[in-house]
């Protein structure tokens, strides 16, 4: 089946310095990749959505690739904010279903001063 | 835009008792809607998936006897808990997404608490 795995646990960043949270996956058909951010006691909302030409999505400074190679969609920005604090998840939908989306573990990003 | 709202915010049961939930789509068509649970420590597991005009298709460990779930038009869902025990604790997320629309669009969730 289907199955997404990322950093697990807590990332902790000084502020300003580059941030990476991986995601790998697996999957039987050719996936979408998304991340959602979900700040605390709020509903978790799309912050990257892979495309299909291997154009990079960017968002609010964060980008990531879909490497098929490596079944891959990391999560990157280049200096990390104090708002940038929040839980972020990796999932994928596979190509051609419906809205089903298969989450992983999710990564706790702490940001500080 | 599209919004996704869900009702109540937080709930408290005692164990064996039973709680419905309801999601309500804004701005957009939810021709699917998913729900999900997350449980303390854990990721979001789906428990089903409602296409209007289709049946629900239920996720392994979750039973329709348990979470049943009515999805009458294209704006509104609900979700009840039946007989809910302390492993039921949570937050439950509704997932609405229109046909051909890339983005699933998620309510900020429904916490249950089971005494």
């Known amino acids: 089946g289907d199955s997404v795995t990322q950093t697990e646990g807590l990332v902790t960043l000084t502020e300003g310095l580059p941030v990476m949270l991986n995601c790998t996956y697996q999957s039987t058909y050719s996936p979408f990749l998304f991340w959602y951010v979900q700040h605390l006691n709020e509903a978790p909302k799309l912050l990257l959505k892979s495309f299909t030409d291997n154009k990079r999505p960017e968002h609010q400074g964060f980008h990531a690739t879909l490497h098929k190679s490596s079944s891959s969609f990391h999560l990157q920005k280049s200096s990390a904010q104090l708002s940038d604090s929040a839980l972020y998840y990796c999932a994928l939908r596979p190509g051609g279903s419906n809205a089903k989306l298969t989450f992983g573990k999710g990564t706790k990003l702490s940001v500080k001063s | 835009g599209a919004l996704v709202y869900q009702y109540p915010r937080r709930t408290i049961c005692k164990s064996g008792t039973s709680m419905r939930m309801e999601c309500q789509a804004v701005g957009f068509q939810a021709t699917s809607v998913a729900w999900y649970r997350q449980s303390p420590q854990k990721t979001f597991e789906l428990i089903a998936l409602?296409?209007?005009?289709?049946?629900?298709?239920?996720e392994q460990n979750f039973t329709q006897e348990k979470f049943p779930i009515s999805h009458p038009n294209l704006s509104f869902s609900s979700m009840t808990v039946l007989n809910a025990y302390l492993e039921d604790r949570g937050l439950y997320l509704c997932g609405a997404r229109e046909r051909g629309a890339y983005e699933q669009y998620f309510g900020p969730g429904t916490r249950l608490t089971v005494l």
């Open positions: 409602s296409t209007v005009n289709s049946a629900i298709k239920y």
